[in-house]
């Protein structure tokens, strides 16, 4: 508990010297929480001297920091000899995460990367096996079970140590564009779709984890020195930094997200309003790997998905609601993002098709 003590002291150092904005951005749901503790009782093991040497009440009741959240994913690992918290088919002994570290650092590309990621968890953990599927436009982990589907945070599990592993070797966020559950929806459901800020769906056929197929191809630049920084704050720093809320491309997203698509402002208006020339505002989005017209168009696409799987809404009202001036419009961006028509993908997701 003396090494847990310090770790404490660390975080709490830098959580006294973080602003309350970012503190707010830093925070994970106490649900998160009670079902990483359950790995605990599972296995017939106390939760209350592990909460103690955090500084954390008996009962957690409150969302708190993602460092404090990482130090507890530590110490969970710590105490069962296992970073995936009892939940895989085998256990991913204590170092896994390091070594699967090294294993993708050399890969050329994102897409090598991820396919020696994947083996790597495969042979550790044995069950759920992994598998990259590109199809659509998306590239696609998909999660195989052998038996009964897992619990929703066993998956989301799993996707916060590839995606954040992924993301750093790139170093950008990857957007997620869909999220699968093969298990039924938990009751804080509402979180993971707030944790992911993509459309989820929990009771589906296969677990899987959608994004942008053309990411595959960006490519790794990592040093074994920046791997060393890297892991020193793993995992808080995979749950803060390449959260979709990060950086100013969040601050952007978060604006057009209060507005319907028609009542966005050009880049000009946009600039003004977060007080900034438009050429300083284009270079800092550029150092983030985006663009305005991307971000537009990403959330265009990830509210176009959800509306058609989620809602009745006829293909000219979703064009309508995105700000398309006629549906065909809607149709040819469509068929760039996921490689099929509206009609087609909302078909092949088993949602009925409105005829009217």
Not at 104 to 119: I, M, S
Request: hydrophobic fraction near 40%; aromatic fraction near 8%.
């Amino acid at each position: 508990m003396t090494k847990l003590l310090h770790i404490f002291g660390q975080i709490y150092h830098r959580e006294r010297t973080t602003t309350m904005a970012e503190l707010e951005r830093r925070m994970i749901a106490p649900g998160f929480v009670e079902e990483a503790l359950e790995s605990l009782r599972r296995m017939g093991k106390p939760t209350a001297p592990l909460l103690s040497a955090l500084r954390l009440p008996p009962r957690v009741d409150q969302p708190i920091s993602a460092e404090r959240y990482g130090a507890l994913w530590l110490a969970i690992a710590a105490e069962l000899d296992d970073e995936f918290f009892g939940m895989g088919g085998r256990p991913m002994r204590s170092g896994s995460f390091t070594l699967l570290c090294h294993c993708v650092l050399h890969a050329p590309t994102l897409g090598q990367a991820l396919r020696r990621a994947l083996r790597f968890l495969n042979v550790v953990l044995e069950d759920p096996r992994g598998e990259l599927v590109v199809r659509d436009g998306l590239g696609q982990i998909t999660l195989q079970d052998a038996g009964e589907a897992r619990s929703a945070f066993a998956y989301r599990t799993y996707w916060i140590i590839l995606h954040g592993i992924t993301c750093w070797l790139v170093g950008r966020r990857i957007p997620i564009r869909l999220v699968d559950f093969r298990c039924a929806e938990p009751k804080q459901g509402a979180d993971y779709r707030l944790f992911f800020g993509a459309p989820v769906r929990f009771s589906q056929p296969v677990s899987r984890l959608g994004f942008d197929s053309a990411m595959l191809q960006l490519p790794v630049s990592r040093t074994a020195h920046a791997l060393k920084q890297f892991l020193r704050g793993a995992p808080a720093n995979i749950l803060v930094r390449y959260r979709y809320d990060a950086g100013l491309a969040s601050s952007v997203r978060l604006r057009l997200g209060r507005l319907p698509p028609p009542a966005w402002p050009s880049f000009v208006e946009l600039a003004a309003e977060m007080r900034m020339p438009p050429s300083t505002l284009r270079h800092r989005l550029s150092d983030e790997g985006q663009s305005y017209a991307g971000i537009k168009d990403d959330i265009r696409r990830d509210m176009a998905i959800d509306l058609l799987l989620n809602t009745p809404k006829t293909i000219g009202d979703v064009a309508a609601q995105l700000g398309y001036s006629e549906p065909s419009a809607f149709f040819r961006a469509f068929r760039k993002w996921m490689s099929k028509s509206p009609d087609a993908f909302r078909r092949e997701s088993g949602q009925a098709v409105p005829t009217t």
